[in-house]
């Protein structure tokens, strides 16, 4: 065996051209696999902060058919024993009231349709709220409100200015009340962005005649996104909130739940597309190398060289040229990919020219994606390349090992 | 557990073919390289098989290497009836019991003098530091002890020669067969072979059987054996 993986390893460097350019083809193929995985271990991460960010959480309480008819009458109430019970339950790390209540605002004359967003601004302000990072200053209270960026925008709201709210109360009538713009509001929320006027989760109660009510308690545990089915199934089973819908993110956003899925079907195509070119820059080096070397092959026969070590000799010498080439293309690869992830790729290239962001179901993603790679991402090229390999070689290795040898020599 | 039988070299004559006929076909023509031939190898014959090209030479030598198998007619190599072996149980023979030196492309390239001696006696099984020091005996032997790190194309046409003929007899087989040995050779570079394996033969009492055109290498055959359109014109020892 010393002999066939020396003479393995050697033949490597017979034709050095053909065999640097099979290399290349590997490297390339390992390269594109791994930055396409790191792109998407990065976008994944953007979509699940997002996700679990302020806007979506975990999961989710509302009171029956509230999802479906979003009707202020359908809130959830006795909000305060309810909430209290919430914290209390193993795993709960955040339990937020909201209230999410459909408006007409006007600045002057023109209204305009919005979204009133009662928040609990303190718990809110904390890390992962939907206000987090703004100065104690800028955040709602009293009648101040924030008016999303795009909103602000399109209707020319300004720092100041006074915006009449008109909506309906959870008791049937109309709810109305005078709001101040306290700050322009930009959050990975579009919705927020689009529609949103957040005002304190009290001032909402007041508006709309929500006393201890809110339309939805946001829930964020203390693991991971991924153990949001348990925590919506063990938070469903406090007896307070029983009669109440709870729901992880998954069941809330089903097609934001199929994104994860996406991501990997989109990495095996790649991985399936670039791996087909590295079997054809195999089997030709192979298919070449065999042609050439068929006197030397029948000699070797010739003197006892069984078929199946020389079938071994070939798929080795194939399988060393394929690892060779996924080691070179993981190197680099890890290179590109740590760049990439230290300096990020902005969404901005990425999305419509002149945004800073990209908008994807509802929810905008801001900045810089972060590629990164995690060990067993390198795992498919090594396996992909090892089957490619032995695949591709094997058939000029069997077709050579079939060869009567002095047929083999003579050619 | 490998259920294949093993190849026999027991006291038997090295080769032998009885009544063999050889037919190759090319398009529709059908030309017999071996007509009816006849001939037992002795233990210990230093042979030549000489004759105009054609004659069937070569395709003698392949059938007593065991690399071909007999159209009609019976050959025995060491007991064994090649009709009846498969191509492993052939390939096995050749490994254990035969040597082989070609007109050319003897060697593995990417393999040193050393190494290539040393191929055969690890297929054989044989431990590392056993089959490395017999490979550098019988270079040393060979006078090639000197080039043994070399590559064969670091080597002259006769050096290549020599290290073929060192691999043909490291494994110390009951039967050489060199084809043409010394075609690519000058003349002194065959003279030095020849009375190279000749020595190997008396030595070991290893059966050498070559094909030949030249008559300095004739002069060095125990016995000669014409060959005329496939089939036996003479048969002389020396």
């Known amino acids: ?411 | 557990m490998n259920t294949e039988a093993q190849p026999t070299t027991t006291a038997k004559p090295p080769a032998v073919a009885t009544d063999v006929v050889k037919t190759f076909r090319t398009g529709d023509m059908e030309v017999n390289a071996l007509a009816g031939l006849t001939l037992e190898v002795r233990r210990g014959d230093f042979l030549a098989l000489v004759g105009p090209s054609g004659s069937g030479k070569t395709t003698l030598l392949n059938l007593f290497g065991a690399l071909d198998r007999p159209t009609k007619g019976k050959v025995e190599v060491l007991g064994n009836d090649l009709g009846a072996m498969s191509k492993s149980e052939r390939a096995r023979l050749r490994l254990t019991s035969l040597g082989f030196v070609f007109q050319a492309y003897n060697l593995v390239p990417v393999l040193t003098a050393a190494e290539n001696v040393e191929l055969i006696l690890e297929l054989q099984g044989m431990g590392a530091a056993e089959r490395r020091k017999r490979a550098l005996d019988v270079l040393g032997d060979l006078g090639l002890g000197e080039l043994a790190a070399r590559r064969p194309m670091e080597l002259s046409g006769g050096q290549q020669q020599r290290v073929a003929v060192a691999r043909a007899v490291a494994s110390r087989p009951a039967l050489v067969l060199a084809d043409e040995p010394t075609a690519n050779l000058d003349g002194k570079n065959a003279e030095q072979l020849m009375a190279l394996m000749r020595r190997l033969s008396s030595d070991h009492g290893t059966t050498f059987v070559f094909s030949t055109h030249d008559p300095r290498v004739i002069a060095h055959a125990s016995r000669v054996v014409t060959l005329e359109d496939g089939k036996i014109a003479s048969d002389e020892t020396h």
Not at chain 1, 9 to 24: D, M, P, Q, V
Not at chain 1, 81 to 100: D, F, K, N, S
Not at chain 1, 188 to 200: A, K, T
Not at chain 1, 349 to 357: C, F, L, T
């Open chain 1, 1 to 411: 065996m010393i002999s066939t993986l020396r003479i393995a390893w050697r033949n490597l460097g017979r034709n050095t051209r053909r065999t640097l350019l099979a290399l290349s083809a590997i490297a390339v193929a390992q390269l594109a696999v791994l930055a396409v995985e790191g792109l998407m271990n990065g976008m994944t991460v953007s979509i699940m902060s997002s996700l679990t960010g302020p806007m979506v959480g975990h999961a989710q309480i509302h009171a029956p058919l509230w999802r479906e008819e979003q009707s202020p009458d359908l809130a959830i109430d006795r909000l305060e024993e309810r909430l209290a019970a919430v914290r209390a339950t193993e795993g709960v790390a955040a339990a937020l009231p909201r209230i999410y209540a459909p408006a007409l605002v006007a600045r002057e004359v023109d209204g305009r349709a919005a979204l009133v967003v009662g928040l609990d601004v303190l718990r809110e302000s904390e890390a992962g709220g939907m206000l987090e990072g703004l100065p104690a200053e800028g955040r709602p209270h009293d009648r101040t409100a924030l008016v999303g960026a795009e909103l602000a925008r399109a209707a020319g709201i300004h720092v100041g200015d006074e915006l009449a709210v008109v909506g309906q109360g959870a008791d049937g009538s109309m709810a109305n009340d005078l709001l101040v713009v306290g700050g322009i509001l930009s959050t990975p929320v579009e919705m927020v962005n689009r529609m949103g006027v957040v005002v304190s989760l009290e001032t909402a109660q007041e508006i709309f005649v929500m006393e201890d009510m809110a339309t939805e308690i946001t829930l964020f545990g203390t693991g991971s996104i991924e153990d949001a089915g348990s925590l919506a199934s063990r938070v469903a089973h406090v007896p307070e909130v029983e009669e109440l819908e709870t729901l992880p993110w998954s069941e809330l956003n089903p097609e934001l739940a199929g994104i994860r899925d996406i991501t990997g079907l989109y990495g095996i195509v790649v991985m399936f597309v670039v791996f087909i070119a590295a079997a054809a820059g195999v089997a030709n080096t192979m298919l070449m190398a065999t042609y050439e070397r068929r006197r030397e092959l029948g000699m070797m026969l010739s003197v006892g060289v069984g078929p199946g070590r020389l079938v071994t000799l070939i798929v080795l010498e194939a399988l060393m040229l394929g690892i060779l080439g996924v080691i070179i293309g993981s190197a680099l690869g890890l290179l590109l990919v740590t760049y990439q992830g230290h300096v990020g790729i902005q969404l901005a290239d990425m999305g419509s020219a002149g945004n800073e962001s990209i908008s994807f179901y509802g929810l905008t993603f801001m900045g810089a994606l972060h590629p990164f790679l995690e060990p067993a991402d390198v795992v498919p090229g090594f396996v992909g390349v090892i089957v490619v390999s032995v695949l591709a070689a094997l058939g000029p290795a069997i077709g050579t090992s079939r060869l009567e040898p002095m047929e083999a020599m003579r050619s």
